[in-house]
């Protein structure tokens, strides 16, 4: 018997054993993150008395007795309804934002992302008996209009935005103007919206 125990040990390091690693999202802000791995999409909702997560587990491959990848690259597309990517040069953030990075996750650890709010932002719920062919917005500064969303918001949907929030030395008034598939539009409603903070959502409930 002990004759075969040895020869059955020296296939199974030879062979390996896959192994995972953990992507653990942090939800810091009051509304709901979107985020896709390895082609699978993922809500997490906010808190505003606590920090959901949720954690991936990945196939980080076979790791031997001796040796191993020391990780593997992922994908990731994350973002939220007041939350991006935001770049930084020196541990200090700049206003440079994204919503694609490639993560490097290690085998047997947690690779731990935490989601601070970044922006300001409106939703719109569509609770009305017409379907939403158009919203958009101006801000105080200017009349340009610009548009929010790409495809009509059918009853019972809704649809969000991230906007640039009211900063210390920049005040930021919005304007909103909701077009119906009726041919109505509703540009008086929600006008001369101030000071939405960094996390602070504007929503909007046709009834």
């Not at 896959?18 to 699978?40: A, Q, V």
């Not at 958009?136 to 019972?156: K, N």
């Amino acid at each position: 018997m002990k004759k075969l125990i040895i020869p059955i040990l020296l296939i199974i390091i030879l062979a390996g054993c896959s192994t995972e690693g953990d992507i653990k999202i942090i939800n810091r802000t009051d509304h709901s993150l979107y985020f896709t791995i390895k082609g699978n999409d993922y809500i997490l909702e906010g808190s505003e008395t606590s920090d959901p997560d949720m954690t991936i587990s990945v196939n980080t491959g076979k790791q031997f007795l001796f040796y191993g990848e020391d990780y593997i690259e992922i994908d990731l597309h994350l973002e939220g309804e007041t939350f991006m990517m935001q770049d930084a040069i020196n541990g200090i953030p700049i206003e440079e934002y994204f919503t694609e990075t490639t993560l490097q996750v290690k085998p047997k650890e947690t690779l731990k992302i935490y989601c601070d709010p970044t922006h300001a932002g409106v939703k719109l719920i569509n609770n009305s008996a017409v379907d939403v062919i158009d919203l958009a917005y101006h801000t105080d500064d200017s009349d340009i209009l610009i548009p929010i969303i790409e495809q009509p918001i059918i009853v019972g949907d809704s649809a969000w935005s991230r906007l640039t929030a009211t900063a210390e030395d920049d005040s930021i008034s919005y304007s909103f103007v909701i077009e119906f598939e009726n041919g109505f539009i509703d540009s008086t409603s929600f006008m001369d919206i101030d000071d939405l903070t960094v996390d602070e959502q504007l929503r909007i409930e046709l009834d």
